[in-house]
């Protein structure tokens, strides 16, 4: 009788589920085990470049990939649905449509929207977070322009965007809108100062965490582009006519763009794991706590970056490495190995662009500022696609105007 393949299920696919996916397969995993990829889209989307076609920068399609041109579907099998539960006890995943079973579960389920109790956030505000999501923001942005000088009465509020959140996703969204307005402006005849940019943040600085010089040039550039910061003031209530800040004080505007922050899938609260804000306290091998079998990457594991003791802010740079860590970990266990290797981020820098061929970065020690900065971006952004699907991928989707 022969023995049956264990099965692995990967569920998202996300940085972490399709770099994992893509490692097993180029390690013929598929020999050993019955692999499985789940996730709610016949794509793949890079998250990190979502703020361009929200803007309208860039076309949404540049963003996302079949997964099926990437995975080769005859040794991974692809299964389109949406997680509803995952049952621990029974090694059983509840899909929508269905449910499977698995050995290992590599759960890399992404993130929601943090919205911090704010009353109004959900259903008044939009938020940076797929490829619908931002589809929807750039139609809407160019909907108040279109209709601003249609109607007699002029509202002033159709051209007033508040972005609520100055950390990495709000300042790149903003650099990103900023650089687009003026041609907005052009097409739809209306005066650059009429468009007001409020970029809204509770944190006592923008780019909470980011190198003092970064942050000062990145702000004073944006100010020159007509963004209007307020740094240290909380939004209290997000309604259908604007915000609400703390103080009392009011921004008329049709347009609200949540980007605080996010935290873990609320999945993993309903499958009854112990989480904080949605995300797992992984072991050291990515194992989630209590559950050998089950592996914990991307935005819903949670890593203490011990010289600080603080979490590792959830990034693709850390998502991708996990990937690398769990496929080596599962090809180990596959092959009846209890020797996994411990994971260990390996920060390379952090690069924010600002629109159009400004960025900002830290790589190693060195500050980048402007057009070298934005450079150094699109090499990373053309080396992730070069890991997940090699020269061909890079060729496909890469970026090139480099300066």
């Known amino acids: 009788m022969m023995n049956k393949k264990p099965k692995i299920v990967i569920l998202g696919a996300g940085y972490g589920g399709m770099m994992t996916a893509s490692r097993l397969q180029k390690a013929n995993a598929y020999q050993d085990a019955e692999i499985t990829l789940v996730n709610k889209h016949n794509y793949h989307y890079q998250t990190t470049w979502l703020h361009e076609p929200a803007a309208g920068t860039l076309h949404h399609d540049r963003t996302r990939m079949l997964i099926d041109s990437v ?18 006890d029974e090694k059983k995943v509840i899909l929508e449509n269905g449910e ?24 008044h505000a939009f938020s ?40 990495f996703t709000g300042i790149e969204f903003v650099g990103e809108l900023s650089e687009r307005v003026p041609e907005l402006c052009a097409e739809y005849d209306i005066a650059r100062e009429k468009v007001k940019i409020y970029s809204v943040e ?17 702000m004073n550039l944006l100010e020159d582009r007509g963004v209007e910061f307020l740094i240290n003031t909380p939004i209290e209530e997000v309604t259908a006519e604007g915000v609400k800040l703390k103080g009392g004080e009011e921004i008329k505007s049709r347009t609200v763009v949540w980007t605080t ?40 594991a949670l890593i203490i ?7 590792y802010p959830p990034t693709a740079q850390i998502a991708i490495q996990q990937a690398l860590t769990c496929a080596k ?23 924010a662009s600002l629109g159009g061929k400004e960025a900002i970065g830290l790589v190693g020690s060195k500050k980048l500022f402007g057009t070298t ?19 061909p991928l890079v060729l496909k989707k890469g970026k090139f105007n480099v300066f």
Not at 100 to 123: A, K, M, Q, R
Not at 305 to 311: H, L, Q, S
Request: proline share 4%.
């Open 329 to 351: 970990n599962l090809k180990a266990l596959l092959a009846g190995s209890e020797k996994l290797q411990e994971f260990k981020p390996d920060i390379k820098g952090t690069v």
């Open 128 to 167: 940076i977070r797929s490829v619908n999501s931002v589809r929807l923001i750039r139609e809407h942005i160019e909907y108040m322009f279109a209709n601003y000088n249609k109607e007699e009465e002029k509202h002033d509020d159709y051209l007033h965007f508040v972005v609520a959140g100055a950390g």
């Open 202 to 218: 509770a944190a006592p600085t923008a780019l909470p965490g980011f190198d003092e010089d970064l942050v000062t040039y990145a």
């Open 71 to 88: 995975i080769d579907t005859n040794k991974i099998n692809f299964v389109k649905d949406a997680v509803s539960e995952i049952k621990t």
């Open 261 to 300: 922050g996010v935290r873990g899938s609320s999945i993993l609260d309903k499958s009854g794991f112990e989480t904080m804000r949605g995300r797992i306290k992984v072991e050291k091998d990515l194992r989630a706590p209590g559950h050998d079998d089950i592996f914990v990457i991307g935005d819903c």
């Open 373 to 391: 900065a934005s450079a150094m971006k699109k090499v990373i952004d053309n080396k992730y696609l070069y890991q997940l699907g090699g020269m």
């Open 100 to 123: 499977l079973e698995y050995d290992y579960l590599v759960v890399g389920l992404g993130s929601e929207p943090e919205t911090f109790g704010i009353p109004g956030v959900n259903e």
């Open 305 to 311: 970056n011990e010289e600080i003791n603080r979490p």
